[in-house]
């Protein structure tokens, strides 16, 4: 729906521009990520509010997206099968962060949540599957941003979990969940399983 909506608004900004068919197909593709963005961030924020934990899915948003834009990780071949996967995601997300806020201390989520996302970074940051960094310097430049980052973020969800003050409990267990589910996207599991989901959307899809 969003590729079909951002080529007829691409194909009528290009006329009243006069733009050539490759500037159109440029603008098209713009539309089609932006839009793609909007409903896939509507989508999962209903989802959160349809189980109760609207709050707490922003943050794991939040703290899963800085981790993307810093760090890198998998991406599906199509806009609409990232989005389909990021709402599989954040479901699974918002039910285990439920799970674990329920029958386990926050702060022991958090730390292994911390460990995990900082190890993954360092290991594998920066990672993206469709533009590849090889040039060693540059990677390691990317390395240490992605990690100042993961740091920062890391931070302030371990100050949130010594709040014993409701919300700040859930949220930093919603904060915990974000940081592991960044560094699953990072990791060789997290590509596979991204992956084999594409593949099987994508069949899906012929039908």
């Not at 159109?24 to 963005?37: C, H, I, K, T, W």
């Not at 740091?151 to 592991?180: H, K, R, Y």
Request: with cysteine; glycine share 8%.
């Amino acid at each position: 729906m969003a590729k079909y909506l951002a080529q007829g608004t691409a194909e009528k900004i290009g006329q009243l521009a006069g733009l050539s068919p490759e500037d159109r197909e440029v603008v098209a593709y713009g539309l089609d990520y932006l839009l793609s963005g909007i409903i896939g961030l509507t989508l999962m924020l209903a989802i959160g509010l349809a189980l109760g934990f609207f709050s707490e899915t922003l943050v794991i948003i939040s703290c899963w997206t800085f981790i993307r834009i810093f760090a890198g990780g998998v991406h599906c071949t199509a806009l609409w099968r990232c989005t389909v996967v990021n709402c599989l995601g954040i479901t699974a997300a918002i039910f285990f962060t439920k799970g674990v806020y329920y029958f386990f201390p926050t702060i022991f989520w958090v730390g292994i949540s911390v460990i995990w996302a900082i190890s993954a970074t360092w290991l594998w940051a920066p990672n993206n599957s469709e533009k590849p960094v090889n040039e060693p310097e540059m990677r390691r430049k990317l390395r240490l941003r992605a990690l100042f980052m993961v740091t920062v973020i890391s931070s302030l969800v371990i100050f949130a979990s010594n709040i014993t003050v409701e919300p700040w409990s859930s949220l930093a267990a919603a904060g915990a969940t974000g940081l592991a589910a960044g560094g699953i996207m990072l990791s060789p599991i997290g590509f596979r399983l991204v992956k084999r989901l594409d593949q099987k959307l994508e069949k899906l899809s012929r039908f």
